[in-house]
């Protein structure tokens, strides 16, 4: 079956930049699917950060745009994020997710990874 | 953006009970309209797609139902397993989740 696994830092310092990357097995990151990331902070909803094709073409929260870029690694069949500038504002779990061809909506997620900032 | 919000944010019903709970787009999204169900400390379980389309796996005693940019998620017969946060989602255009509705059990 599907399954996502998140990894990267857990502890990120204010202004630094925040990395994560996501393992995918049992699908192919080039299948007809897109691949994304949701975030929630602490005791609060989910938000929507971005996603991209295989292709390289993607598509971003714009209340995030200026600070997020993901990546695909054909070759090692994952994805990544990186976040800027961070502040405690960014503190969240965050989650991959498969995007079922890219219309019907997010059916496999990680277990999520929780990312603090702070110094 | 499309902006997506929910109602109620709680509330409270008995084991057997009908829950309702709607979710309005800012703006006609078709039937891009999907659903998840987020338990305690887990992560978001997809359970409906295209408005009313359950995800394999998930029982029958949710439905949901809508167009445009009104849109109902059901659960016929309230269970105690089914205490959690749910959120709608569009997919119309790029992603945003509703704000989320808490369901406690009385």
């Known amino acids: 079956q599907v399954q996502l696994q998140e990894s990267g830092p857990g502890l990120v310092k204010p202004s630094g930049t925040l990395s994560l990357t996501c393992g995918v097995s049992?699908?192919?990151?080039?299948?007809?699917?897109?691949w994304g990331w949701v975030r929630q902070p602490p005791g609060k909803g989910l938000e929507w950060i971005g996603e991209?094709?295989?292709?390289?073409?993607?598509n971003y929260n714009p209340s995030l745009k200026s600070r997020v870029t993901i990546s695909v690694d054909k070759s090692k069949n994952q994805f990544s994020l990186r976040l800027g500038s961070v502040t405690a504002a960014d503190t969240a779990v965050y989650y991959c997710v498969r995007d079922a061809q890219g219309t019907v909506g997010f059916d496999h997620w990680g277990q999520g990874a929780l990312v603090t900032v702070s110094s | 953006d499309i902006q997506m919000t929910q109602s109620p944010s709680s509330l409270s019903a008995s084991v057997g009970d009908r829950v309702t709970i709607t979710c309005r787009a800012s703006?006609?999204?078709?039937?891009?309209l999907s659903w998840y169900q987020q338990k305690p400390g887990k992560a978001p379980k997809f359970l409906i797609y295209g408005v009313s389309s359950l995800q394999s796996g998930v029982p029958s005693r949710f439905s949901g139902s809508g167009s445009g940019t009104n849109f109902t998620l059901t659960i016929s017969s309230l269970q105690p397993e089914d205490l959690a946060t749910y959120y709608c989602q569009q997919t119309y255009s790029r992603r945003t989740f509703g704000q989320g509705t808490k369901v406690e059990i009385k």
């Open positions: 703006q006609n999204i078709n039937s891009y």
């Open positions: 991209i094709y295989h292709s390289g073409s993607s």
């Open positions: 049992g699908d192919s990151i080039i299948s007809s699917n897109w």
